[in-house]
């Protein structure tokens, strides 16, 4: 049995009316908007389950919003989230989905900027404003937002780990998990990254800049 | 570190020294934060509790559905201008609980406590019974760490959340850990803290949760008034010498078994209970159908 904090207790400040309908889906907001890193123009959000059933009782689709504009998660704004990115010029796009055998409160979130570029992320509000990031760009992960963490896709051949953390060694980043997974052998693979602290901009190009690495993202951490 | 609650009564015991203490005592191990530091945030939250559970009595506060909002003024006007049967501390704190609980179904700002469906009970029997003997800030405090330790052995041998262990794990752990904060506040023994939170638990074994249409509203926003008084009951009977039979630890036990052994139906689905009553699935479709907003 692990030693626990008064704060998960006690806490967190947030936006009622659920940590998990609210504070859990802002958090997966800001996740989305975060990995992006930069301004966008429209987004779409496909909900799942007790998302897709109660979102509008509960404000999921605002605090959602919330977290895509970066507000946190006590943040008295998040009530006029809609309208805030409105005038901001974002299309906002609510769904309902049918995501299969995921969490009940689970989103898939597509970010779109005007060239077409964009950003997947699936993600469920797991409970107590705590969420699990399952899947970014189609490659399936887990991670909690509370590391910050990199993630890279990049062809399945020799030395690519070995390569990757030679970068964040170079920036004296210590890693906290370390995971690899491929679609089969020789094809994409993905290595996500958590490291104790954040990781600078610039972390990004340098390991895109290693042969056969496709993509790169970086999650720092959510508050 | 503890794990059960006979540990923190021993380490009271061997330090000479309250419940409190020894929650902060691990939290600044756990953290490498200085008590300062921890007792600087935990005003934070205890400045946010008194907000909510005020600005809903100054003002109607309704739900974001508008299916409930404005109890906590009936509460406090009736309070002030008629004869109550319960009497004004306790009507006190009803109108507390329930300003936190609607300010929370309006998208406004609260601490979860442990969840936020059960935010209304603790800040309301701590700011209640703070108000009765004129205890300071750093007294309320110390409640709060009282509180958040008898949660945090709820969530390690148990849980504190409604869809793993009904509303028994929210509004029942609030209570307790209320009970519990009261008796420290007004200098009644750790056992006897234990013993109220003990009790005040044992009251509400197998309290399913239910809610209508999946909203933090119906039976919730009440369940936080009797939640409160539940706990001030609790505090009562153990600075009056009443124990429990039942030692918390076990409690808490059976409180973790009963909740494993309730149908999902009865674990925050909206599957059964109150929000498949004819009304509750009335109120359902209505909200399912079109703008929330002018609904009710």
């Known amino acids: 049995m692990s030693n626990i904090s008064v704060f998960e207790i006690m806490g967190p400040i947030m936006i009622g009316p659920s940590s998990s309908h609210t504070a859990g889906a802002e958090k997966l907001g800001k996740a989305a908007s975060s990995i992006w890193g930069r301004s966008f123009d429209a987004v779409e959000f496909y909900l799942h389950g007790s998302f897709a059933k109660t979102y509008k009782g509960h404000g999921t689709d605002k605090a959602l919003v919330a977290g895509i504009l970066g507000m946190s998660a006590d943040d008295e704004r998040l009530r006029d989230s809609m309208n805030i990115a409105e005038s901001r010029g974002i299309k906002t796009d609510f769904i309902e989905v049918d995501l299969g055998d995921v969490h009940p409160n689970t989103v898939k979130i597509v970010i779109k900027d005007k060239d077409q570029l964009m950003l997947t992320l699936v993600g469920s509000s797991i409970g107590g404003g705590n969420i699990i990031i399952t899947e970014v760009d189609g490659s399936e992960l887990e991670i909690s937002g509370q590391y910050p963490v990199i993630i890279a896709t990049h062809k399945d051949t020799r030395g690519m780990v070995s390569k990757i953390t030679g970068v964040i060694a170079e920036h004296q980043l210590n890693i906290a998990t370390l995971e690899v997974s491929r679609e089969s052998r020789g094809e994409t693979a993905t290595t996500v990254i958590e490291i104790d602290s954040a990781a600078p901009d610039s972390i990004i190009n340098e390991i895109l800049q290693i042969e056969n690495v496709i993509s790169v993202r970086v999650l720092n951490a959510i508050e | ?296």
């Not at chain 2, 406004?108 to 209304?120: E, H, K, L, V, Y």
């Not at chain 2, 929210?170 to 209570?175: I, P, S, T, Y």
């Not at chain 2, 209508?212 to 009056?240: H, I």
């Open chain 2, 1 to 296: 570190m503890y794990h059960k609650a006979h540990e923190v009564i021993k380490e009271t015991k061997e330090k000479n020294c309250r419940i409190s203490d020894v929650v902060l005592q691990n939290e600044s191990k756990l953290t490498e934060r200085s008590a300062e530091e921890i007792r600087e945030k935990v005003r934070e939250v205890l400045r946010v509790m008194q907000d909510a559970a005020q600005s809903g009595i100054d003002k109607e506060t309704k739900s974001v559905s508008g299916l409930i909002g404005g109890n906590a003024v009936k509460t406090d006007q009736f309070r002030k201008t008629k004869q109550t049967v319960c009497g004004d501390v306790v009507n006190r704190a009803i109108a507390r609980a329930l300003s936190s609980s609607e300010v929370n179904a309006s998208m406004g700002r609260i601490a979860a406590m442990p969840t936020a469906g059960a935010a209304g009970i603790v800040p309301a029997a701590v700011i209640t019974a703070a108000e009765t003997i004129n205890a300071d800030e750093n007294a309320m405090i110390d409640a709060l760490l009282t509180a958040s330790g008898v949660g945090q052995l709820i969530k390690k041998n148990a849980t504190i959340s409604g869809a793993e262990g009904g509303c028994q794990a929210e509004c029942g752990a609030g209570a307790a850990m209320a009970a519990a904060a009261i008796v420290e506040l007004y200098g009644g023994t750790p056992e006897m803290a234990f013993d109220a939170a003990a009790i005040a638990i044992k009251s509400i074994l197998g309290l399913v949760c239910d809610p209508v249409a999946g909203l933090v509203e119906v039976p919730c926003s009440k369940r936080n008034a009797t939640g409160v008084v539940n706990a001030m009951a609790c505090a009562d009977m153990a600075l009056a010498g009443i124990t429990s039979v039942i030692p918390f630890d076990e409690v808490v036990d059976a409180m973790y078994k009963i909740g494993k052994s309730l149908p999902a139906a009865l674990r925050e689905t909206s599957l059964g209970g109150l929000a498949t009553t004819p009304t509750g699935e009335t109120i359902r479709c209505r909200l399912m159908k079109g703008d929330k907003d002018t609904l009710f």
